[in-house]
């Protein structure tokens, strides 16, 4: 080993107390466990390599995003074999090759070491693992048998071929019970739509807007498709200058960018709407004839005064909302959870709703998608609740078989569902997963999944923005694990069993795929034939349908506001905040995503409860303190974050954390506050009315530091970023109005 | 056992390493082959002027020319088994460099043969030589230079590499 001695003088020279600069480089001469490593790794050769095949070069190959229901394209750097990166499809409509952290950290539930490469199935009381043949013979055993509305499926949003698969396997059961749960939705604004404008999911128009007004719709990060809302407001903001104002009762990204950021006191957005309509009305004498009388009559009632002893919100400030919405059109007014999660959910959605059709907005920021031209393709849109209903049939002892899929029912379900207590009853529960979580503790079968980047599939995103795109979901590597099954994979072996004439020649469900993609109309093969169709769909990653949009309807129904009474012994409003990365706690489990700060508050790898300075100062709590959030379903306990961004009656915990039983990363970190939800819905859609809790808050006394990367949230007049008027940025920055 | 190089416009690195004999699954004569033959390391290190790495040759590749010759080897037998079960064999690695070094064949190829005025190709070999000592007059391959951070440093010193520490740790 001559030329490789290091000895303590050489060491300490190359750690520079030494000095003389010949010997500067000696210590790099260390040798290390590494360099000296020889014949202890293999090195396999290909036995025959692909052409376009060079070791260390990476090939990238395009796919579909699974990781929200937005439905990114995305782009995966393949090298021997392996997938390494991904990133956003510059092709696709949806995401412009934007990939949100959710997507980057796909990759690390593919390669997640907590990932299930066996079945199990349930003996003496225990999960154990066995084959895969075993575990199909017994799913086998006690399914076929089973007829009808007996047979359930509860899953997440699904669509694509796999959900038409999924409505065939249900018809040739004879069952219509097919759940399709999510508790981050937007099924009530859904709702509104459907009955005002004609139509669930509009496209909205965000570059075309020159003000937007949105009611808790975090469009920023966990609204409907954020990376797509996210290019159309850089849009928004360029050039002549957009101004965005969101009223909520806790700062979500989005709030965290407005121009004017304004707290509701939760439950009371409908009459702050018709406080503005109000004003538009009578100051800015906009034409309220789009409106019928009963909407004027209702409208009226609520003059800024009585808007400011419901609402909380300034007389002033709902002036100069609507004095911004009148200078500024067309504009935009949305409506997400905070404003709609509650017993009167569905009017404030309304009424919301009804300030752009006062505005004009529909048909300009406001436009028809047309719909998907081929109906079983379109999104099984998530409900919450689907899940209740699940839930009360599976009580009654009406199911045998459930089939579980994309959902995590037993963690995110309310304490006061007992959704793990009616769960039991249902005689034969399968659960089809990448991960054992808390739902699948309860299962009979469990068949371990290939990952989204092991699967074959198509998905039909429910919001289509601009123009209508198929995403191709192809297998970016080899399976890591032989024992596990894609989903359309495991759809097809079931329907093969119930309709074999029809199925059998499929070997897999790429065979049946590829077959079903050929048999699309025409119209959207552009011509092309067989072959040449797939391979380009496939190489692309998408497929782009041009539809023709009718023009919306501009329906106002009956806006008659109720909220609710105040609650003495609970003076606080709970606000469970989706969060961007943990999304409802399916990612939990990924680690990048658990490091990553919250966007608002900075917080990581545990649960915090936001309370407004005054509230703080009132209970004696300061950041870090550990308080007792207590509704009449139970309590939680979470480190104080004290912050301004937040309704001084409310306490906001994020979702996602708590888990009890989802792998190493997941597992015993934080509160779940979906678990202390009262038992509210939504009197019209029946949605759980998550942001409808009422809770009392006590000290524990406990208090330790707060993880949360970065000290302060001013910048104690030092400028750590400057700001110009948007007239100075105009004269000296740039933007479109620069000659 | 430094090679007496003369590669024009380069320095080579100064450095030895007694390195292990590494046993292999098969003794692969590299003497043989491009000694004897005279065959060009990269007629199968294919990947070495393309890539960050060389590639160990495809299975493919021996076969191309020993379905016909040497059959009766034995150590062309075993080969042919191997590519009869279809499996190839598992090497044991004998040059390497951690984790967090990035270093590039092709980059260093570009230099020293095939943007270096003077260098002819057919001599490959004696570039390769720089890192892996005289191969060709090796059977089986075994380490002879020590390839650490003071190696790579002062080669790239005199030849003018760069250097920035991102450069190679990435």
Request: net charge neutral; with cysteine; hydrophobic share 40%.
């Amino acid at each position: 080993m001559s030329g490789n001695e290091i000895n303590r003088r050489d060491f300490l020279k190359f750690m520079g107390i030494g000095g003389a600069s010949a010997a500067a480089l000696s210590g790099c001469d260390m040798p290390t466990t590494v360099t000296l490593e020889e014949g202890k790794e293999k090195v396999a050769a290909y036995l025959v390599p692909e052409e376009y095949v060079i070791p260390g070069v990476g090939v990238w190959f395009a796919s579909t995003c699974q990781q929200c229901g937005a439905g990114c394209g995305v782009h995966g750097r393949v090298r021997e074999g392996r997938l390494l990166k991904v990133e956003g499809n510059p092709d696709s409509a949806i995401n412009w090759g934007g990939l949100c952290q959710m997507g980057q950290a796909g990759l690390q539930g593919h390669y997640n070491p907590d990932r299930l490469s066996k079945p199990l199935v349930r003996k003496n009381g225990s999960l154990v693992e066995v084959s895969w043949n075993e575990a199909w013979a017994l799913v086998e055993e006690k399914t076929s048998a089973v007829k009808g509305d007996r047979a359930a499926w509860l899953t997440g949003s699904v669509s694509g071929h796999q959900a038409a698969l999924l409505s065939k396997l249900q018809d040739s059961v004879g069952s219509k019970n097919h759940f399709v749960y999510e508790v981050i939705n937007n099924r009530v604004a859904e709702a509104v739509n459907e009955a005002m404008l004609g139509e669930a999911v509009p496209r909205y128009r965000f570059d075309k807007a020159k003000a937007i007004l949105s009611f808790g719709a975090d469009f920023l990060g966990t609204w409907v498709s954020p990376v797509h809302f996210t290019y159309e407001y850089a849009g928004f903001r360029s050039g002549d200058r957009g101004v965005l104002i969101t009223v909520e009762p806790k700062m979500t990204l989005t709030g965290a960018n407005s121009d004017l950021w304004v707290a509701i006191r939760p439950g009371t957005e409908g009459v702050l709407a018709l406080g503005i309509a109000n004003v538009l009305l009578t100051k800015h004498q906009v034409d309220g004839s789009r409106l019928p009388a009963a909407a004027r009559d209702a409208i009226a009632q609520y003059t800024p005064d009585k808007v400011t002893e419901i609402t909380g919100v300034a007389g002033d400030t709902v002036v100069k909302i609507a004095t911004y919405l009148k200078q500024r059109s067309p504009s935009l007014v949305l409506s997400g959870a905070s404003a709609h999660d509650h017993a009167n959910g569905y009017q404030s959605a309304a009424a919301i709703m009804m300030l752009n059709v006062l505005l004009g907005n529909v048909g300009q920021t406001i436009e028809s998608s047309g719909g998907f031209p081929v109906k079983e393709l379109t999104a099984k849109r998530g409900s919450s609740k689907a899940l209740a209903d699940f839930a009360a049939l599976a009580d009654q002892g009406a199911l045998d078989v459930a089939f579980i899929y994309g959902a995590n029912p037993v963690f995110t379900a309310p304490a006061h569902m007992k959704f793990a207590d009616k769960l039991a009853k249902v005689h034969f529960k399968v659960a089809l997963t990448l991960f054992a979580d808390e739902t699948t503790a309860m299962a009979d079968v469990v068949l371990p999944l290939a990952s989204p980047y092991e699967s074959w599939g198509t998905m039909v995103a429910a919001y289509q923005p601009q123009e209508m795109t198929l995403g191709m979901q192809q297998p970016l590597m080899q399976p890591l694990y032989a024992e596990t099954r894609s989903f359309g994979d495991v759809l097809l072996a079931l329907l093969k069993k119930r309709n074999a004439a029809d199925y059998q020649r499929y070997d897999d469900y790429y065979a049946y795929l590829r077959n079903a993609m050929t048999q699309l109309p025409a119209g959207l093969r552009q011509g092309k034939s067989d072959a040449e169709f797939w391979d380009t769909t496939v190489q692309k990653g998408l497929l782009k349908v041009s539809t023709t949009a009718p023009a919306l309807k501009a329906n106002v129904p009956d806006l008659t506001q109720k909220t609710a009474a105040a609650a003495s012994d609970f003076p606080f409003h709970l606000v469970p905040s989706a969060r961007l990365g943990l999304w409802d706690g399916r990612h939990a489990n990924l680690p990048w995503l658990q490091e990553a700060p919250d966007q608002v508050s900075k917080v990581y790898w545990d649960s915090w409860a936001e309370l407004h300075p005054k509230t703080a100062a009132q209970l004696g709590v300061k950041e870090g303190d550990f308080i007792r959030i207590e509704s009449d379903q139970g309590a939680i306990e979470a480190q104080v974050y004290v912050f301004k961004g937040v309704h001084p009656e409310v306490v906001a915990v994020p979702m996602g954390q708590g888990h009890e039983n989802y792998g190493r990363y997941a597992s015993k970190r934080g509160v779940n506050p979906l678990k202390i939800v009262s038992a509210v819905t939504d009197e019209k859609t029946g949605e759980i009315a998550t942001h409808a809790t009422r809770v009392k808050i006590t000290k524990t006394g406990k208090s330790s530091q707060l993880p949360r990367l970065g000290g302060s949230d001013r910048q104690a007049g030092r400028r750590l970023v400057g700001t110009v008027t948007a007239d100075v940025f105009r004269k000296t920055e740039g933007g479109s109005n620069v000659a | 056992m430094d090679v007496q190089a003369e590669v024009p416009n380069a320095v080579p690195p100064v450095g030895e390493h007694k390195g292990d004999k590494v046993p292999q699954p098969i003794e692969f004569p590299h003497d043989i082959h491009a000694d004897k033959n005279g065959i060009n390391c990269m007629y199968c290190h294919t990947y070495a002027r393309r890539s960050k790495v060389a590639g160990i040759p495809p299975t493919s590749k021996c076969m191309g020319c020993h379905t016909v010759i040497a059959t009766d080897k034995p150590r062309i037998k075993q080969l042919t088994e191997y590519w009869e079960k279809h499996e190839p064999p598992q090497w044991n690695k004998v040059h390497d460099v951690p984790d967090f070094v990035h270093f590039t064949h092709e980059k260093h190829l570009r230099r020293f043969i095939f943007d270096n005025e003077g260098m002819d190709v057919s001599r490959a070999s004696e570039v390769c030589a720089f890192c892996h000592g005289d191969i060709k007059k090796m059977t089986v391959a075994n380490k002879v230079k020590p390839l650490n951070m003071g190696f790579c440093v002062r080669c790239h010193e005199k030849n003018g590499g760069p250097s920035d520490c991102w450069k190679c740790h990435k």
